[in-house]
């Protein structure tokens, strides 16, 4: 995951070209002060612009400080409007960056102030700039996290047709269990319809338990106690699934690693692939 759309060695012909490789240094780069100044400089604001959108709506504060917040909050919009184009400007291919994750991301987070002078009430969405707060990584130089999100994202996509059943296997047994209890207790003990015993039916598998409906007869409580103990099992199919998974593509993980150590450095466990240390750079035998 990275922000750099800009080549290693841009073309210096004009004092314009030389300003965009800087600002694009800047925008983009965490190796220099001034990068990581920006950065840090960028959380703070996308964190103070959420506060506002969040305090915006507690009532008593919207009411005593509308027209400061509202302020703020323009303010913020424009400043995260000029960045954005900003960053445009600076890559070598805008549209690409546009399509990329964090383009979208940067894009959606300055859309809803300006959507909510005809649509009101989408000034709420802003809290998507917390997405933006991933450029954290970056900062902090937490790039090996990335892999280990890369491993947990292709687990998910491994195990997404068995959670997929799995799901459609519990709503085919919620409307039975529902349609069950209708036909056990009747609207006389609060089962009023299907759909509302299948609501029942889905707060109890779940163990949330919230109480509003509860079943009166000795049938009902029975099945309902058969429920809750089928409800601790399902809880674990989809966390053995995925874990199973995991399991699998760390595995494949480490079988793409190799155990040879560099002749220069001795640090071990390089890809199989790998024609340079991963420590030190030297040429692997």
Request: aromatic letters at 10%; proline letters at 4%; glycine letters at 6%.
């Amino acid at each position: 995951m990275t922000d750099n759309h800009y080549p290693e060695e841009h073309p210096r012909e004009s004092d314009a070209d030389l300003l965009r490789y800087r600002v694009h240094q800047v925008v983009f780069g965490t190796d220099t002060r001034a990068g990581r100044v920006f950065d840090v400089v960028l959380i703070g604001a996308i964190l103070s612009s959420v506060l506002i959108v969040m305090l915006d709506s507690v009532a008593s504060i919207r009411a005593e400080y509308w027209n400061l917040l509202f302020a703020l909050e323009w303010v913020f919009t424009i400043l995260f409007t000029i960045e954005y184009f900003v960053r445009l400007w600076t890559v070598s291919h805008p549209l690409a960056y546009a399509r990329s994750f964090f383009g979208l991301v940067d894009l959606f987070a300055i859309l809803p102030t300006y959507l909510a002078v005809l649509i009101p009430g989408t000034q709420y969405l802003l809290v998507i700039r917390l997405l933006r707060l991933l450029r954290v990584f970056r900062v902090l130089k937490l790039v090996s996290f990335i892999s280990e999100a890369e491993t947990l994202g292709k687990a998910l996509r491994a195990s997404r047709r068995k959670i997929v059943v799995f799901l459609l296997t519990v709503m085919v047994t919620v409307v039975i269990l529902g349609s069950v209890m209708y036909f056990i207790e009747g609207e006389v003990n609060g089962f009023t319809s299907i759909p509302k015993s299948v609501y029942w039916a889905i707060v109890t598998l779940t163990t949330v338990g919230y109480g509003d409906i509860s079943p009166q007869t000795p049938i009902g409580q029975a099945v309902a106690s058969l429920v809750m103990i089928i409800g601790y099992g399902i809880i674990a199919v989809p966390t053995g699934i995925v874990s199973a998974e995991i399991a699998r593509a760390d595995a494949e993980e480490r079988a793409a690693r190799s155990g040879h150590s560099c002749p220069h450095c001795a640090a071990e466990i390089h890809r199989v692939d790998a024609r340079y240390c991963r420590v030190c750079g030297e040429v692997l035998v």
